[in-house]
T-cell receptor, first 112, second 114 residues
Framework: GESVGLHLPTLSVQEGDNSIINCAYS??????FIWYKQESGKGPQFIID???NMDKRQGQRVTVLLNKTVKHLSLQIAATQPGDSAVYFC???????????WGAGTKLIIKP | DTEVTQTPKHLVMGMTNKKSLKCEQH?????MYWYKQKAKKPPELMFV???????INESVPSRFSPECPNSSLLNLHLHALQPEDSALYLC?????????????FGQGTRLTVV
């Protein structure tokens, strides 16, 4: 797989506010997108996914938005809590490529 | 049971040692994966097993040797590793090899090579 960038972007959010984490994906042929959450010392945990025939999908306190025109994916977390502190990775996949292509990750820090 | 279990959680080994990492899942998934993750980086795919057969080897050095004894187990045998091989080794599984469904990850083995 490939990753984009050498630095880990950081987003600081006040507890209770909404968080928006952005991801620019690389392959216009990608048709499946996933967000993973990785807490310190743990493996990635699936949060939510979306297929290319949709532009929005909602889960519990999370929403994923897909803009295929500009190849942009975002994860919105409502009412951010301390337990949301983690590194968030977006990943993409296409039918012609069985492997996930991972984004560089964004570290979410919650301010009390 | 939606868990992927990895053992050990931590491992310190010398460059002349032989050790094995173990991974187990009981979700009936037919695809299992080994990933390597360095600090502040996304996971990098190493190997893919599909229906107990090696499907993908991402040009991994031969000092890493995967093994899939059965559909629930995946091992990674380590021999003559280098300090730069120190990383978090993650096992994952999914229903099929095509990664367009949810993949479950284990907690990882934190490997330090001294």
């Amino acid at each position: 797989g490939e990753s984009v960038g050498l630095h880990l972007p950081t987003l600081s959010v006040q507890e209770g506010d909404n968080s928006i984490i952005n991801c620019a994906y690389s392959n216009s042929a990608s048709d499946y997108f996933i967000w993973y959450k990785q807490e310190s010392g743990k493996g990635p945990q699936f949060i939510i996914d979306i297929r290319s025939n949709m532009d929005k999908r909602q889960g519990q306190r999370v929403t994923v938005l897909l803009n295929k025109t500009v190849k942009h994916l975002s994860l919105q977390i409502a009412a951010t809590q301390p337990g949301d502190s983690a590194v968030y990775f977006c990943a993409e996949n296409s039918d012609s490529n069985y492997q996930l292509i991972w984004g560089a990750g964004t570290k979410l820090i919650i301010k009390p | 049971d939606t868990e992927v279990t990895q053992t050990p959680k931590h491992l310190v080994m010398g460059m002349t040692n032989k050790k094995s990492l173990k991974c187990e899942q009981h979700m009936g998934h037919r695809a299992m994966y080994w990933y390597k993750q360095k600090a502040k980086k996304p996971p990098e795919l190493m190997f893919v097993y599909s229906y107990e057969k090696l499907s993908i080897n991402e040009s991994v050095p031969s000092r890493f040797s995967p093994e899939c004894p059965n559909s629930s187990l995946l091992n990674l045998h380590l021999h003559a590793l280098q300090p730069e091989d120190s990383a978090l080794y993650l096992c994952a599984s999914s229903q099929e090899e095509e990664m367009n469904t949810e993949a479950f990850f284990g907690q990882g083995t934190r490997l330090t090579v001294v």
